[in-house]
Each structure stands twice: as structure tokens, then as C-alpha cells.
């Protein structure tokens, strides 16, 4: 069966190739097979390809997301049985089919879009969870964002708006302006030195208390300028390279917080019952419409490399989902 290999760390589209490996075996016991129907590209699939993010040593196979149908199940599995929709917690999911723990496997509802399901594992309960458990919001509160285009601000957006929570979108382009503007945001603005300046010119003295940080380096210090005294930063990514900024005014005379999210060990590293919990309650916020994920192209495994320069690109639509088996279901 065909997957996806990277060889060696560099530019996604050149290290990663469409390899033919053995089947995925039968199920023993307390295991499961999912025919996997769609998997998503994700931001962390580029930087592990490039070495900037934790991941498996090359050569190795790749993929943080996977949904699909259960065909085959072990001996003793009761959580699950052939036919059901399952979304894959492994991270080698770019495959055409994966034989897993019962544990590294969850029950997904029929109602929930498969290309939909094929996004939901990192993105949106990523911005569920740092917009729930880092500051007590209230309705009419502001919460800022850097990166407010990418799939984790997108959602962020429509989970605020959908809570009465007032967002500040901070983005590189003025053309990203208008779209995020239509999906909810109460205010978009170009990062810049005068960040703090010219948001709280917008905003007042709004109680601004939580900072969502997905560059690092200057922006977040610029961010931080934004916040409310004894605020939160809240870092989950590596886009620039550099280390989160923050001066002493901000945590000595404003007792402005820097801390860190990590999917793996804010949610997978916790109890089985709240990664059901949590899952159970993204794959409703989609089902509900309150989130969407738009996909802007579909490719087969051995369009890989097409697939990853695509997903590269900066101006984007949406996501880039593999359909391992060829069609959508």
C-alpha cells in the first residue's frame, strides 16, 4: 500500500515521496484498522520536514492527521465496529490504511463531513482550549491573536464570536483584512512596533486579558504591549524562528504571564475521558456550524510533492487534504 516518507529534513516538497510499504495487518487484540479517507496538511507536518518541530528522525513516515472507516476490529474492542468514522491520534497517518490501538483511535459521528474530520485533531481544540483555560472570559472581553489567518485563528474567531468575546486580529497583509472581517472579527490590524498604541486607540480601556501567540519574537512583545495587567501570553508556535519577547515592564510593573500549549500535553497527555469529551464537543461545533474549515484542493498520496508546495504557499483559501484511497465517500 502507498504512504508518505520524508528522507531527510529540508524544503517538504523535495524530502517527502509516495513509498509502497507493507499492507497494515490484521488487528490483534485491542487493536483497530481504519481505511483512512482523508488527511489534512498540517503547519507542524512542514516545520517536522524542516526540523523545527518535534517529530520523528528521517527516514520516517509522516502525517498528524487521518479520518476514516473502521474495516476490521481485534479481539476484546468494544468502543468500536466496522463501519464507524474514526479520526487517528497517531502521527503516520499520510497512508492508505492504519492498524492502531483501540487507545490511538476515536469515534467520530456519521453527521460530522469527512474532510471536516480530517482537520478537527489539531487546529480547532487547540483554539478551543487556550481560549477556555488560560483567563475567566466574559462576554464584551477582548482576547488578540497573531497569525489570525491561519486555521487556529480562524477558529479562534468564530469560537469568540459564538461566546459574545471581542477579537483583535493581528496579520501581516492588508488583504486579509476583508475575509477575516466576514467571518467574525471585531478588529483586524498590520503588526507593527505601535501595535499597543494603536489598538487600544480602537478598543479603550476593553479588558483585554489573553494574548494567543503563534510567531514568538517581536510579535508577541508587541502583543504583550496590548494586554491588560496581569494578562496571559499564551505561546503555541514557532512561525518565526525566535524566541517569545517579553520586557521586564511587562511581568515585573504589569504582571503580563508568558506560558506555552502543546496539544500533546495539554489534551493526549490527559485522561482518555477528556480527549472523547473534548472531540465530542469539536466535531458538534462543526456539525452546528459554529466551525468550518474551508479546503481549497484535494491530492492523492503520490501527488505529494504537488500537495506540499501547495500547502506551502502563503495565500490560501484553505487546507490541502490528502484523499489517500483516490475519491471523497
Not at 465496529?81 to 497517531?90: Q, W
Not at 492508505?96 to 485533531?121: F, H, S
Not at 498520496?301 to 501547495?310: G, K, N, R
Amino acid at each position: 500500500m502507498k504512504a508518505i516518507e520524508f528522507a531527510e529534513y529540508g524544503a517538504p516538497h523535495e524530502v517527502c515521496h509516495c513509498v509502497e510499504i507493507d499492507d497494515a495487518p490484521e488487528p490483534g487484540p485491542g487493536e483497530v484498522m481504519v481505511s483512512v479517507e482523508a488527511a489534512a496538511i498540517n503547519p507542524a507536518d512542514l516545520l517536522i520536514f524542516e526540523g523545527r518541530y518535534p517529530g520523528p528522525t528521517p527516514p520516517a513516515r509522516q502525517g498528524v492527521e487521518g479520518a476514516g472507516r473502521v474495516t476490521a476490529v481485534g479481539e476484546g474492542v468494544t468502543d468500536f465496529t466496522v463501519g464507524d468514522r474514526a479520526m487517528l491520534l497517531s502521527r503516520d497517518n499520510w497512508v492508505e490504511r492504519q492498524t492502531v490501538p483501540v487507545g490511538q483511535a476515536v469515534k467520530l459521528p456519521e453527521g460530522l463531513d469527512i474532510l471536516q474530520a480530517a482537520q478537527i485533531k489539531a487546529n480547532p481544540p487547540s483554539a478551543l482550549l487556550m481560549l477556555r483555560d488560560y483567563e475567566d472570559l466574559n462576554p464584551g472581553d477582548w482576547v488578540i491573536q497573531n497569525a489570525a489567518n491561519s486555521a487556529v485563528g480562524q477558529h479562534l474567531i468564530r469560537l469568540a464570536k459564538s461566546q459574545g468575546i471581542k477579537t483583535v486580529n493581528v496579520v501581516r497583509r492588508r488583504t486579509l483584512v476583508e475575509p477575516l472581517m466576514a467571518i467574525g472579527a471585531d478588529l483586524v490590524v498590520l503588526e507593527g512596533d505601535d501595535l499597543g498604541e494603536r489598538v487600544r486607540a480602537e478598543i479603550g480601556d476593553g479588558r483585554l486579558p489573553l494574548a494567543i501567540d503563534a510567531v514568538g519574537g517581536a510579535s508577541c512583545m508587541h502583543m504583550a504591549d496590548c494586554l491588560s495587567d496581569g494578562g496571559t501570553v499564551v505561546n503555541y508556535g514557532f512561525l518565526s524562528g525566535d524566541p517569545c519577547m517579553l520586557t521586564p515592564s511587562h511581568t515585573i510593573v504589569h504582571q503580563i504571564s508568558l506560558v506555552g500549549f502543546w496539544l500533546v500535553k495539554n489534551l493526549f497527555a490527559g485522561p482518555r475521558e477528556d480527549i472523547e469529551r473534548t472531540y465530542a464537543e469539536v466535531a458538534q461545533l462543526f456539525i452546528d456550524g459554529v466551525l468550518h474549515s474551508p479546503v481549497e484542493a484535494t491530492y492523492t498520496l503520490d501527488q505529494v510533492a504537488d500537495a506540499l508546495e501547495h500547502a506551502g504557499r502563503e495565500s490560501r483559501d484553505g487546507k490541502i487534504v490528502f484523499t489517500p484511497n483516490g475519491s471523497i465517500p
